[in-house]
């Protein structure tokens, strides 16, 4: 019996290894190529697997996406949930340290938020499957949970001043957030050279123009 179990959580080890393989090469391919011009054939070659193995794992290059993008956001919110401990102050101040903080990230993370910018566009229809349709909508709640929270301490507080709904608000600064650095990581160079401006610092206007609208 102790070997069988040994056995079969070797067997669970490999397959999470093969299939986090396959996430990797695939982010690698689509950051490169882009996911238009990657199909399944060039994944399995690159994983060095076959299409059949595979097609074990993911049945589409849709779902493969989708499995990095939940990764992704795993990994901000693990970034997230580590700074925000760290935060003190009334909610408008906490709100302000925690863009600052997500500015800062653009750069080191550009890689990971382009692929964010490259999910959105391609991935407009139907999720790949309905685990995963429920496991990116509870991220996605992860993901906005601290600008509602300091949005509603920023109320209590006095601190700031909104009379917009908590929730249109807190989404709205999260979603222009990440769409204008999207963008900005995406076509920095070309953004700079046809405004003719140093298009990193606008996520900083950004920045400054919700929280002089919010302040209390």
Not at 52 to 64: C, Q
Not at 125 to 142: L, R, S, V
Not at 144 to 153: A, G, H, K, Q
């Amino acid at each position: 019996m102790g070997t069988q179990v040994y056995r079969d959580q070797e067997r669970e080890q490999n397959k999470e290894v093969t299939k986090q393989n396959i996430v990797e090469v695939s982010k690698e391919l689509f950051l490169e190529r882009g996911f238009a011009q990657t199909n399944m054939a060039e994944i399995a070659e690159m994983a060095k697997i076959s299409r059949k193995t595979l097609y074990r794992y993911f049945n589409s290059k849709e779902a493969i996406a989708m499995e990095i993008e939940l990764d992704v956001f795993r990994f901000f919110v693990s970034v997230q949930d580590e700074f925000v401990k760290s935060l003190k102050g009334n909610g408008y101040e906490k709100l302000t340290q925690y863009l600052e903080k997500l500015d800062s990230m653009v750069d080191e993370y550009s890689q990971l938020i382009r692929f964010t910018g490259m999910f959105d566009y391609y991935l407009v229809k139907d999720y790949p499957d309905t685990e995963g349709q429920k496991a990116f909508k509870a991220i996605i709640a992860e993901v906005d949970r601290p600008f509602v929270e300091f949005i509603n301490l920023g109320l209590q507080d006095g601190s700031i001043v909104s009379g917009i709904e908590v929730s249109y608000l807190a989404h709205t600064i999260s979603n222009s957030f990440l769409a204008l650095a999207q963008r900005v990581v995406t076509r920095q160079s070309k953004l700079n050279d046809e405004q003719n401006i140093d298009s990193r610092k606008i996520l900083a206007v950004q920045r400054s123009l919700f929280m002089k609208a919010l302040k209390g």
